[in-house]
């Protein structure tokens, strides 16, 4: 399975982006897909992530402005970020965690920068 993140770019400040992130290949339906993200310096976290019957769990810091989903027909996960702040400047990953296989993938990243 590989997963191919997209949909960074350039904002500013207040401003939205969707990221998008498909993984082809098969993946079980006990799988949690979620989006992570590394500032510089920083380690890598968790924001949000989506598992069977569309569970979702949300970090502190997206709560409120970040929004997962997934469309199974497509094989995707998205995230919707509005009110966009510098301080979400990084790069995001998606990551898919088949619990039923015991198997971790993750794409290589997409990156977001917000100016003010």
């Known amino acids: 399975v590989q997963l191919q993140a997209s949909g960074g770019g350039l904002v500013q400040a207040g401003g939205s982006l969707t990221l998008s992130c498909v993984a082809s290949?098969?993946?079980?339906?006990?799988?949690?897909l979620g989006w992570y993200r590394q500032a510089p310096g920083e380690q890598r976290e968790l924001l949000a992530s989506?598992?069977?019957?569309?569970?979702?769990n949300y970090a502190d810091s997206a709560k409120g402005r970040f929004t997962i989903s997934r469309d199974i027909t497509k094989n995707t996960v998205y995230l919707q970020m509005n009110n966009l702040k510098p301080d979400d400047t990084a790069v995001y990953y998606c990551?898919?965690?088949?619990?039923?296989?015991?198997?971790?993938?993750w794409g290589k990243g997409t990156q977001v920068t917000v100016s003010s």
């Open positions: 290949g098969t993946i079980s339906g006990r799988t949690i």
């Open positions: 990551r898919a965690r088949d619990m039923l296989y015991d198997l971790d993938y």
């Open positions: 989506i598992g069977s019957g569309d569970t979702t």
